[in-house]
């Protein structure tokens, strides 16, 4: 089967077409033929070994997990004898346990991060549930999102943000997005009330206060925008700067918190229900994915070129044949 390999750490010409060994599933796995699969800031990260702290789960000195990939979606083409959760022919999505979704064929288990699509799912949809979207809903969740109460999420045209703009609409709240004008049509689409420019750091200005700001890209700190924090509020963020473990550190002496989750260290039992809560507000029509653009395999040098630009808006799909 083909699949992307890297050896070491570097730019994307790193990455290289391979042949590999197609798996074989164990008693308890699902062999799935890979339609989808994405790339994200973390794969950028990942494939560079930056920053370096990063490289206590990457490997030291080179890649210790040599084909990189977290979302899939794709179709179950064999199962283990145990497997009962599953059949050959379901299509499915999720995440995987240690990457490797750049390929043509992926082994899991049943039990892992894995769940059927629904039926006006397609695979480009799917693919991004396991890995932007689980983010978003588990951030806004580790909030202690309510209905009725006003969230501010920046970076709101990312992978990331989108999702999130979605789901805390759908969650009852009133939702402030910060990004770039020429996307603004698009946040409003997804359930924005209000949106401002990142720019011009008009929503520093403005006379709200937030129960919630998500930093959705990891661009700006709590003590920039405390300010904009009611009493009891919480800022979210998806890195986790020094400046932001330190404020975790204070957080029971102040009302106001800063606090920070790895979504991919989630238990496999919370990710599926996660995964499943998004698919069910998908067939709602209360979420929907954006998809900036899509690539083939064989170009996915430059699918991390183009994400590293900065620029990508919601989602970026790989399509393998």
Do not use: W
């Amino acid at each position: 089967m083909q699949a992307i390999t890297y050896q070491n750490y570097g730019a994307p010409h790193v990455l290289k077409l391979t042949e590999l060994q197609k798996p074989t599933p164990t008693d308890n796995q699902l062999l799935i033929k890979v339609a989808t699969t994405c790339v994200t800031a973390a794969d950028l990260m990942m494939r560079t070994g930056k920053p370096y702290i990063g490289r206590l789960y990457t490997g030291l000195t080179k890649p210790k997990r040599q084909t990189l990939g977290f979302e899939f979606a794709g179709q179950v083409e064999a199962i283990g004898k145990t497997v009962t959760n599953f059949k050959v022919g379901d299509k499915v999505f999720g995440g995987m346990p240690a990457l490797g979704a750049y390929a043509q064929y992926i082994t899991i288990p049943q039990d892992a991060m894995v769940t059927k699509q629904s039926i006006n799912m397609t695979n480009a949809e799917a693919a991004p549930l396991a890995g932007s979207a689980v983010t978003a809903l588990n951030f806004l969740k580790l909030g202690n999102i309510k209905q009725g109460q006003k969230v501010l999420i920046y970076g709101a045209s990312g992978g990331v943000g989108t999702y999130a703009v979605s789901i805390a609409k759908a969650l009852g709240a009133h939702v402030t997005a910060v990004c770039g004008q020429r996307n603004f049509d698009l946040v409003k689409s997804l359930g924005a009330d209000i949106v401002f420019d990142y720019a011009t750091n008009d929503y520093l200005l403005n006379d709200d206060v937030y129960d919630i700001i998500f930093d959705a890209v990891g661009k700006i700190t709590y003590s920039l925008c405390k300010h904009l924090l009611a009493k009891n509020a919480t800022y979210l963020s998806v890195t986790l700067s020094p400046m932001l473990l330190l404020k975790m550190l204070t957080n029971r002496f102040t009302t106001q918190k800063a606090k920070f989750t790895a979504s991919g260290m989630l238990p496999p039992q919370k990710s599926r229900a996660f995964l499943n809560e998004l698919k069910s507000l998908m067939q709602s029509g209360m979420l929907r994915t954006v998809i900036d653009r899509s690539y083939p395999l064989e170009q996915i040098t430059t699918a991390h070129e183009y994400v590293a630009q900065g620029h990508k808006v919601g989602n970026l799909v790989i399509t393998i044949n």
